[in-house]
């Protein structure tokens, strides 16, 4: 296995304790940094920067604005990879955005798209592309396959990296009231790049956990260090956490927590 | 009807209230009614926390003295009150959040004493908020589709808002943003300022001119280029820099040809 990377994400109201910090070895860029971040130049010069953004969703080719801003963004933080999600949140025609992470319907339509525009897509970067597992909170009667068979055939047919998000898998695994590690097994994990960890709290309209910017629990870092076994190209770990409420307290913990058990 | 239109349905259900309720969407019988209700107030509180976090920043920056964070109102009844009629991303969901994050901004004990242009503020925050509203255009399409615009005849945006201020926000606002001990004032002086969106969801804020007032006050889609120089007394070259510069911002299309 690779050496491993430790880091988090970018949390620019975090940006002095972050330039400060020690025990991180990246850091992930969920937006661009602003014109008005004071510490933006110490970061960029300190961190590996990975390439985090909203690119666009696959289910549509990305236009020439989408991959400009993404070749920009790239080449800005010296990116090894450059991430996207297996989403489809905003409607054909744009009237309807959900602003949050959705994933398609597993079916082989859906499996068309996706493979030919992240082809696309990856004619057009200069680094390799990740793509990262999205959780359902309810199953849909149109979708026609599992989620895991519909991402080990894109993989075989595009070879993108996987960024596997642990908790997204928790969480589908809880709310299908099955075992994570059990689920997870049939991810094609021999493809994973990244790994994001995170903590889930209550959610009132849920009712039941959702992601959260707190610690990851024991039983979250337990399936990371059962996960990273099995993931033998694995490069980074990430604490998936980016939200106004994160405290740096909580960042620094959980990736110190995040590296003591790997 | 295609899986993408399927999805699309999906989509539409989870971020339309009213749409989720009617029969059109219940008879699809696409998944669990209940499961689907809960994911779709969960998102519509996140997607409004996006927003307020966003676009009441400066509010936000003042809590220390106002005693009143915008996003709180999420929590409350009134916005579960809310949550039956909301569309994500409209405009009447749009001005029926940002209203209740003003009015909690504004209810704090003592909060006009120390901040005099908090009502000034919040409604300059509720301006953004409300006019990064409606569809935008994620995707341009290849290159063969790009937009061109035909010189015709320009339209205000319906979106486009003018607003009076009665002190200097943007001198202020900055500031707001950086550490500070005594709250930073901005100068009392009547100011006009537009506040627009571009097809691709950009907000914009921007001073205003007599030339630019006088623009969006005639284009009305029907007048031509002709007209507006006329009726606007601008010069040919000073009316297309002007409409040049409200078309990026969002602020006036073209009725034909864009």
Redesign the interface.
């Given at each position: 296995m690779a050496q491993l990377m430790v880091g988090a994400f970018y949390n620019p109201h975090l940006g002095q304790e972050l330039a400060q910090a020690s025990g991180i070895d990246h850091l992930a860029m969920a937006d661009p940094p602003r014109a008005?971040d004071l510490w933006w130049p110490r970061i960029r010069e300190r961190y590996t920067l990975l390439l985090h953004d909203y690119l666009?969703?696959l289910?549509?080719?990305?236009?020439?604005?989408?991959i400009a801003r993404a070749r920009s963004l790239a080449e800005l933080y010296h990116t090894p990879w450059v991430a996207e999600h297996f989403q489809?949140?905003?409607?054909?025609?744009?009237?309807?955005?959900?602003?949050?992470v959705?994933p398609?319907?597993y079916?082989e339509?859906?499996l068309e798209?996706f493979v030919a525009n992240a082809n696309a897509l990856q004619g057009r970067l200069d680094q390799p592309l990740v793509m990262e597992n999205i959780p359902g909170?309810?199953?849909?009667?149109?979708s026609r396959m599992p989620e895991a068979v519909w991402l080990r055939r894109f993989f075989e047919r595009t070879n993108a990296g996987f960024l596997l998000d642990l908790p997204h898998i928790w969480l589908e695994a809880h709310y299908h009231g099955v075992d994570p590690k059990a689920f997870l097994a049939d991810f094609p994990l021999e493809r994973v790049v990244e790994l994001h960890v995170a903590g889930v709290e209550p959610?009132r309209?849920?009712?039941g956990p959702?992601i959260a910017p707190t610690e990851p629990s024991q039983e979250m870092l337990d399936l990371l260090h059962h996960a990273i076994e099995r993931c033998p190209r694995a490069q980074a770990v990430t604490f998936d956490a980016f939200s106004?409420s994160l405290s740096a307290e909580v960042l620094q913990r959980s990736v110190a927590r995040i590296r003591a058990a790997l | 009807m295609n899986d993408r239109a399927i999805q699309d349905a999906l989509i539409r259900a989870l971020a339309d209230a009213p749409f989720r309720t009617s029969p059109d969407w219940r008879d699809q019988g696409l998944a669990d009614p209940s499961r689907l209700e809960r994911f779709a107030r969960f998102l519509a509180r996140h997607y409004y926390y996006e927003r307020l976090i966003h676009f009441f920043k400066y509010s936000r920056a003042l809590a220390k003295v106002t005693g009143r964070t915008p996003e709180t109102v999420l929590a409350g009844t009134g916005f579960d009150a809310l949550l039956g009629d909301l569309v994500l991303g409209s405009r009447a969901s749009a001005i029926a959040v940002a209203r209740l994050a003003a009015d909690h901004v504004r209810g704090g004990n003592g909060a006009l004493d120390r901040v005099p242009y908090l009502d000034d503020l919040v409604a300059y925050e509720r301006a953004m908020m409300v006019v990064e509203s409606g569809a935008r255009i994620w995707n341009d399409g290849t290159g063969a589709e790009a937009i061109k615009h035909q010189w015709s005849a320009p339209i205000r945006d319906e979106g486009t808002m003018l607003i009076d201020f009665a002190y200097d926000l943007p001198l202020v606002l900055p500031f707001l943003l950086r550490p500070w001990t005594d709250v930073p004032q901005p100068p009392r002086q009547q100011i006009r300022l537009l506040f627009s969106r571009s097809p691709h969801g950009r907000v914009s804020v921007a001073r205003t001119s007599t030339a630019i007032d006088t623009l969006l006050e005639l284009a009305d889609g029907r007048k031509s280029l002709e007209d507006l120089a006329r009726e606007a007394g601008l010069r040919p070259a000073e009316l297309q820099a002007t409409l040049e510069g409200l078309v990026d911002i969002g602020a006036v299309r073209f009725s034909h040809g864009s």
């Open positions: 008005d666009g969703q289910s549509e080719p990305l236009d020439e604005r989408a489809c949140l905003h409607t054909e025609d744009g009237t309807y955005n959900l602003n949050y959705f398609p319907l079916t339509e859906f798209r909170f309810f199953d849909v009667k149109a959610d309209d849920l009712e959702w106004p | -």
